[in-house]
T-cell receptor
Framework: NAGVTQTPKFQVLKTGQSMTLQCAQD?????MYWYRQDPGMGLRLIYY???????DKGEVPNGYNVSRLNKREFSLRLESAAPSQTSVYFC????????????FGPGTRLTVT | GQQLNQSPQSMFIQEGEDVSMNCTSS?????WLWYKQDPGEGPVLLIA?????ELTSNGRLTAQFGITRKDSFLNISATIPSDVGIYFC???????????FGTGTRLTVIP
């Protein structure tokens, strides 16, 4: 039982390049989330998917797109990377006692030059 | 956006001491969660709270859901070096599926 896995672990992009961050969970959770973490800012929600087939914007969605490929997988795409998107990106899924406990992946460290 | 004020921002504690940290919000929350993050890792869930006044323990950690539903507290007793890390609170409003996170308390334990 791997929990939440993310690939890649590290990535360097040039401004304007595109890439997709992958996330998968094996806990049979319905909801999945993408966050970014910047120094001193805590975790900010980019997009989330309450269930397979649905996605919603979070606090900072601009410059990102997401795809809920199936119940297990939720990907985050940067179409044209900008230096302001340099950050650590975390994927999470939620389940537990009342379904609100979020479990996080190990993160992807992205640098845009 | 939703503001979660977490304090203190950082703490330097002698090994063996107890520590307390808290989180306050401008809105009423129905769920409070506490996470710990080690360097280079994702946050790990420590304690989840679902009822006002609830007090829950996980080993040396104890967390409380404030009576006003606008705050939560985390206590760590008899700190050890592996307690070092950043502790985050997170809260969920009624009807919301997502969480709001505090900015974290960085704990340093001095052996």
């Amino acid at each position: 039982n791997a929990g939440v896995t993310q690939t890649p672990k590290f990535q360097v992009l040039k401004t304007g390049q595109s890439m997709t961050l992958q996330c998968a969970q094996d806990m049979n959770h319905n909801s999945m989330y993408w966050y970014r973490q910047d120094p001193g800012m805590g975790l900010r929600l980019i997009y989330y998917s309450a269930s397979e087939g649905t996605t919603d914007k979070g606090e900072v969605p601009n410059g990102y797109n997401v795809s809920r490929l199936n119940k297990r997988e939720f990907s985050l795409r940067l179409e044209s990377a900008a230096p302001s998107q340099t950050s650590v990106y975390f994927c999470a899924s939620s389940g537990g006692n009342q379904g609100y406990e979020q479990y996080f992946g190990p993160g992807t460290r992205l640098t845009v030059t | 956006g939703q503001q979660l004020n977490q304090s203190p921002q950082s703490m330097f504690i002698q090994e063996g001491e107890d520590v307390s940290m808290n989180c306050t919000s401008s809105s009423i929350f129905n769920t409070w969660l506490w996470y710990k993050q080690d360097p280079g890792e994702g946050p790990v869930l420590l304690i989840a709270l679902y009822k006002a006044g609830e007090l829950t323990s996980n080993g040396r950690l104890t967390a409380q859901f404030g009576i006003t539903r606008k705050d939560s507290f985390l206590n760590i007793s008899a700190t050890i070096p592996s307690d070092v890390g950043i502790y985050f609170c997170a809260g969920r409003r009624t009807g919301a599926n997502n969480l709001f996170f505090g900015t974290g308390t960085r704990l340093t334990v001095i052996p």
